[in-house]
Protein backbone atom coordinates (compact mmCIF):
# COMPACT_ATOMS: atom_id res chain seq x y z
CA UNK A 1 0.00 0.00 0.00
CA UNK A 2 1.40 3.27 -0.78
CA UNK A 3 -1.04 5.25 1.78
CA UNK A 4 -1.42 9.08 1.02
CA UNK A 5 0.56 10.20 -2.17
CA UNK A 6 0.67 14.01 -2.81
CA UNK A 7 2.51 15.62 -6.12
CA UNK A 8 4.35 17.51 -7.30
CA UNK A 9 7.08 17.23 -3.97
CA UNK A 10 8.23 20.73 -4.86
CA UNK A 11 7.53 23.42 -6.93
CA UNK A 12 8.49 27.35 -7.48
CA UNK A 13 5.72 29.54 -8.58
CA UNK A 14 5.53 33.19 -9.96
CA UNK A 15 3.37 35.77 -8.52
CA UNK A 16 -0.48 34.85 -10.21
CA UNK A 17 0.44 31.15 -11.23
CA UNK A 18 -2.11 28.65 -10.57
CA UNK A 19 -0.98 25.13 -9.90
CA UNK A 20 -3.44 22.43 -8.63
CA UNK A 21 -2.06 20.31 -5.75
CA UNK A 22 -2.91 16.43 -5.94
CA UNK A 23 -3.59 14.26 -3.14
CA UNK A 24 -4.80 10.50 -3.92
CA UNK A 25 -5.21 7.38 -0.90
CA UNK A 26 -5.70 3.86 -1.45
CA UNK A 27 -7.09 3.17 2.06
CA UNK A 28 -10.55 3.73 1.12
CA UNK A 29 -10.87 6.19 3.51
CA UNK A 30 -14.11 8.96 3.03
CA UNK A 31 -12.50 11.96 5.13
CA UNK A 32 -9.87 13.65 3.24
CA UNK A 33 -7.72 17.30 4.45
CA UNK A 34 -5.60 19.64 3.27
CA UNK A 35 -3.07 21.39 5.54
CA UNK A 36 -0.32 23.91 5.60
CA UNK A 37 2.16 24.24 7.87
CA UNK A 38 4.58 27.37 8.26
CA UNK A 39 6.99 27.81 10.87
CA UNK A 40 5.71 28.14 14.64
CA UNK A 41 2.42 27.60 13.37
CA UNK A 42 1.72 23.55 13.88
CA UNK A 43 -0.80 22.45 11.03
CA UNK A 44 -3.45 24.64 10.15
CA UNK A 45 -6.73 23.10 8.28
CA UNK A 46 -7.45 24.90 4.73
CA UNK A 47 -10.29 22.61 3.46
CA UNK A 48 -11.64 19.32 3.87
CA UNK A 49 -13.71 16.50 2.40
CA UNK A 50 -16.29 14.04 4.26
CA UNK A 51 -16.66 12.14 0.99
CA UNK A 52 -17.22 11.86 -2.40
CA UNK A 53 -18.56 15.43 -4.21
CA UNK A 54 -18.39 16.92 -0.80
CA UNK A 55 -16.31 19.54 0.32
CA UNK A 56 -15.88 22.70 3.28
CA UNK A 57 -13.55 25.34 4.31
CA UNK A 58 -11.38 24.70 7.70
CA UNK A 59 -9.28 27.72 9.40
CA UNK A 60 -7.70 29.36 6.27
CA UNK A 61 -9.48 28.64 3.49
CA UNK A 62 -8.99 31.98 1.38
CA UNK A 63 -6.81 32.04 -1.88
CA UNK A 64 -7.35 28.23 -2.49
CA UNK A 65 -10.38 25.76 -3.81
CA UNK A 66 -10.76 22.11 -3.62
CA UNK A 67 -12.77 19.26 -5.55
CA UNK A 68 -13.34 16.03 -4.29
CA UNK A 69 -14.68 14.15 -7.42
CA UNK A 70 -13.49 10.58 -7.02
CA UNK A 71 -12.95 9.41 -3.32
CA UNK A 72 -9.28 8.37 -3.83
CA UNK A 73 -8.59 12.01 -4.94
CA UNK A 74 -8.18 15.29 -3.23
CA UNK A 75 -7.34 18.37 -5.37
CA UNK A 76 -5.98 21.74 -4.12
CA UNK A 77 -5.77 24.36 -6.71
CA UNK A 78 -4.52 28.13 -6.16
CA UNK A 79 -5.62 29.94 -8.56
CA UNK A 80 -3.89 33.32 -8.30
CA UNK A 81 -0.41 32.29 -6.13
CA UNK A 82 0.76 34.84 -3.57
CA UNK A 83 3.76 35.31 -1.92
CA UNK A 84 1.97 34.62 1.25
CA UNK A 85 0.80 31.27 0.04
CA UNK A 86 4.69 29.51 0.44
CA UNK A 87 4.67 26.58 2.64
CA UNK A 88 4.58 23.46 3.09
CA UNK A 89 1.11 21.40 2.13
CA UNK A 90 0.28 18.27 3.75
CA UNK A 91 -2.98 16.10 2.57
CA UNK A 92 -4.64 13.63 4.86
CA UNK A 93 -6.98 11.37 5.23
CA UNK A 94 -8.98 9.46 8.15
CA UNK A 95 -12.42 7.37 8.42
CA UNK A 96 -15.15 6.73 10.35
CA UNK A 97 -15.95 3.85 12.45
CA UNK A 98 -18.99 2.89 11.53
CA UNK A 99 -20.29 1.83 14.64
CA UNK A 100 -19.80 2.19 18.98
CA UNK A 101 -18.49 4.66 19.69
CA UNK A 102 -18.39 5.88 16.34
CA UNK A 103 -14.62 7.08 16.39
CA UNK A 104 -12.78 9.23 13.93
CA UNK A 105 -9.65 7.39 13.52
CA UNK A 106 -6.34 8.86 12.99
CA UNK A 107 -5.25 10.77 10.13
CA UNK A 108 -2.75 9.48 7.66
CA UNK A 109 -0.69 11.82 6.28
CA UNK A 110 1.26 12.62 3.18
CA UNK A 111 5.19 13.28 3.04
CA UNK A 112 3.78 17.12 1.75
CA UNK A 113 4.75 19.46 -1.44
CA UNK A 114 6.91 21.96 -0.82
CA UNK A 115 5.37 25.08 -2.67
CA UNK A 116 7.90 28.72 -2.84
CA UNK A 117 6.02 31.70 -4.66
CA UNK A 118 8.35 34.22 -5.85
CA UNK B 1 -11.87 29.94 19.76
CA UNK B 2 -10.55 25.94 19.90
CA UNK B 3 -6.83 26.26 21.11
CA UNK B 4 -4.12 24.11 21.70
CA UNK B 5 -0.68 25.07 23.07
CA UNK B 6 2.25 22.71 23.67
CA UNK B 7 5.26 23.70 25.41
CA UNK B 8 8.09 23.97 25.55
CA UNK B 9 8.44 24.80 21.76
CA UNK B 10 11.80 23.51 21.83
CA UNK B 11 13.89 21.44 23.61
CA UNK B 12 17.70 19.90 23.97
CA UNK B 13 18.31 17.32 25.62
CA UNK B 14 21.12 14.46 25.71
CA UNK B 15 21.25 10.69 25.24
CA UNK B 16 19.70 8.53 28.05
CA UNK B 17 17.72 11.53 29.58
CA UNK B 18 14.04 11.55 30.15
CA UNK B 19 11.97 13.94 28.69
CA UNK B 20 8.31 15.26 29.27
CA UNK B 21 6.10 17.41 26.85
CA UNK B 22 2.90 19.43 27.50
CA UNK B 23 -0.07 19.84 25.76
CA UNK B 24 -2.95 21.88 26.86
CA UNK B 25 -6.43 22.79 25.09
CA UNK B 26 -9.37 24.07 25.02
CA UNK B 27 -12.03 22.56 22.77
CA UNK B 28 -15.61 22.20 22.47
CA UNK B 29 -16.98 19.03 23.59
CA UNK B 30 -13.85 17.07 23.43
CA UNK B 31 -13.56 13.82 21.55
CA UNK B 32 -10.10 13.11 21.63
CA UNK B 33 -6.50 14.37 21.11
CA UNK B 34 -3.65 12.85 19.24
CA UNK B 35 0.25 12.80 19.28
CA UNK B 36 2.14 12.84 15.56
CA UNK B 37 6.28 12.25 15.34
CA UNK B 38 7.40 14.37 12.89
CA UNK B 39 10.68 13.78 10.93
CA UNK B 40 11.52 15.71 7.61
CA UNK B 41 8.20 14.74 5.80
CA UNK B 42 5.07 13.14 6.96
CA UNK B 43 3.95 13.56 10.88
CA UNK B 44 3.37 9.79 11.92
CA UNK B 45 0.51 8.82 14.49
CA UNK B 46 2.02 8.15 18.09
CA UNK B 47 -1.24 7.96 20.23
CA UNK B 48 -4.68 8.22 20.20
CA UNK B 49 -6.44 9.17 23.84
CA UNK B 50 -9.84 9.28 24.69
CA UNK B 51 -10.24 9.01 28.66
CA UNK B 52 -8.63 10.64 31.46
CA UNK B 53 -6.21 8.60 33.29
CA UNK B 54 -5.45 5.75 31.39
CA UNK B 55 -1.71 5.52 29.99
CA UNK B 56 -1.03 4.98 26.62
CA UNK B 57 2.20 2.96 26.39
CA UNK B 58 4.74 2.13 23.36
CA UNK B 59 8.50 1.39 24.35
CA UNK B 60 9.71 4.03 25.05
CA UNK B 61 7.03 6.39 24.87
CA UNK B 62 3.67 6.88 27.03
CA UNK B 63 0.91 9.69 27.38
CA UNK B 64 -1.61 10.18 29.10
CA UNK B 65 -4.70 12.74 29.56
CA UNK B 66 -6.38 14.96 32.14
CA UNK B 67 -9.79 15.68 30.99
CA UNK B 68 -10.82 17.88 33.78
CA UNK B 69 -7.56 19.87 33.86
CA UNK B 70 -6.81 19.74 29.92
CA UNK B 71 -4.11 18.58 29.50
CA UNK B 72 -1.24 15.83 28.28
CA UNK B 73 1.97 14.72 28.30
CA UNK B 74 3.94 12.74 26.20
CA UNK B 75 7.29 10.99 28.14
CA UNK B 76 10.01 9.39 26.59
CA UNK B 77 12.63 7.59 28.60
CA UNK B 78 15.95 6.73 27.84
CA UNK B 79 16.32 9.58 24.55
CA UNK B 80 17.97 8.54 21.63
CA UNK B 81 19.01 10.31 18.53
CA UNK B 82 16.33 8.77 16.63
CA UNK B 83 14.01 10.79 18.83
CA UNK B 84 14.86 13.93 17.39
CA UNK B 85 12.07 15.39 15.57
CA UNK B 86 8.85 17.55 15.81
CA UNK B 87 6.08 16.59 18.15
CA UNK B 88 2.93 17.58 17.46
CA UNK B 89 -0.68 17.50 19.47
CA UNK B 90 -3.74 17.43 17.91
CA UNK B 91 -7.36 17.81 19.63
CA UNK B 92 -10.53 16.74 17.60
CA UNK B 93 -13.75 18.56 19.29
CA UNK B 94 -17.87 17.89 18.59
CA UNK B 95 -17.89 17.27 14.51
CA UNK B 96 -18.09 14.19 12.77
CA UNK B 97 -15.64 15.91 10.26
CA UNK B 98 -13.16 14.32 12.17
CA UNK B 99 -10.95 17.60 11.91
CA UNK B 100 -8.09 18.69 14.19
CA UNK B 101 -6.85 21.30 15.76
CA UNK B 102 -3.05 21.28 16.12
CA UNK B 103 -0.93 22.84 18.34
CA UNK B 104 2.16 24.49 17.04
CA UNK B 105 4.71 21.29 18.04
CA UNK B 106 7.58 21.21 20.33
CA UNK B 107 10.97 20.27 18.34
CA UNK B 108 13.09 17.94 20.53
CA UNK B 109 16.93 17.35 19.93
CA UNK B 110 18.87 14.75 21.59
CA UNK B 111 22.38 14.89 21.19
CA UNK B 112 24.69 12.17 21.48
Known sequence: NAGVTQTPKFRVLKTGQSMTLLCAQDMNHEYMYWYRQDPGMGLRLIHYSVGEGTTAKGEVPDGYNVSRLKKQNFLLGLESAAPSQTSVYFCASSYLVRGPPYSNQPQHFGDGTRLSIL | ?112
Open chain 2, 1 to 112: EDKVVQSPLSLVVHEGDTVTLNCSYEVTNFRSLLWYKQEKKAPTFLFMLTSSGIEKKSGRLSSILDKKELFSILNITATQTGDSAVYLCAVRGSSNTGKLIFGQGTTLQVKP
